[in-house]
């Protein structure tokens, strides 16, 4: 850390600082007391944890007014890994989760399904699943928090296992979801005829039959198309 970061960062090691894992896996709690000696009040708060860091200024890490802390960046023998926390006052899944509502079925590993959120749930959940599991996030197209195009590739970069698209959440249809997160069953059939050896003879599609590790190459088309 610099400088102008080493004074807030000893001070809050100068009072009470525990992290414990909380009930849900991939959730922690963070407590945190402030004030002055004899007059300490002990703050609860709930993080995730993301490797690597995160920047205090990132769009999408909006501390809302219920969050008393940014992001805690801490280093360990050659590891980086930031304490991200989740306000419950900008989250309804954070607020069911401090109320004990909410029983989160969701962990490393896990492909998520999230419909009309912010990003920063987005990455709080991104968080939670990790780099092994995956995030589609259906953004509604009336959402005030939209990022532009630089932004929107730097928190790729931080969470490539995150998955966006835009919908009319309050009007879109079933097919609308079907067509947006899947391939048609005609463009299924399609891809199917040009791997052909007669019907795909000279399209683009049947060339990828000469490429090494072709099961891998069409597993990893499908599995970006197809969720």
Same mark, same amino acid.
């Given at each position: 850390? =610099? ?35 004899? =007059? ?6 709930? !993080?995730?944890?993301?490797?690597? =860091?995160? +920047? ?11 969050? /008393? ?6 280093? @360990? ?13 900008? !989250? ?6 401090? =109320?004990?509502? *909410? *029983? ?12 009309? !959120? ?31 195009? /630089? ?6 970069? !931080?969470?490539? /296992? ?17 067509? @947006? ?19 795909? /003879? ?20 499908? +599995?970006?198309?197809?969720?």
């Amino acid at each position: 850390h =610099n400088q102008q970061g080493l004074g807030p960062l000893l001070k809050l090691f100068q009072h009470e600082f525990a992290i414990k894992p909380h009930r849900l896996k991939g959730l922690y709690k963070i407590k945190v007391a402030r004030g002055t000696p004899g =007059n300490e009040v002990v703050i609860e708060m709930l !993080c995730t944890v993301h490797e690597g =860091n995160i +920047d205090d200024d990132d769009t999408w890490e909006s501390v809302g007014p219920g969050t /008393a802390y940014a992001p805690i960046t801490i280093a @360990t023998e050659g590891s980086r890994v930031t304490l991200r926390p989740w306000d419950p006052t900008a !989250c309804k899944i954070a607020d069911s989760i401090y =109320n004990h509502f *909410c *029983c989160l079925p969701i962990w490393s590993g896990s492909w998520i399904l999230v419909v009309d !959120c912010s990003w920063q749930t987005l990455s709080h959940i991104a968080d939670i699943v990790g780099p092994t599991g995956r995030v589609i996030g259906v953004m509604s197209t009336r959402h005030p928090q939209q990022l532009v195009p /630089a932004q929107r590739r730097h928190f790729f970069k !931080c969470y490539p /296992a995150v998955y966006v698209t835009t919908l009319d959440v309050k009007t879109a249809h079933l097919e609308d979801y079907e067509r @947006t997160l899947s391939l048609p069953q005609s463009s299924k059939i399609m891809f199917l005829m040009a791997l052909h050896p007669r019907c795909g /003879a000279d399209s683009m599609v049947g060339r990828l039959r000469e490429a090494k590790e072709t099961r891998y190459i069409f597993r990893r088309i499908f +599995d970006f198309l197809e969720y």
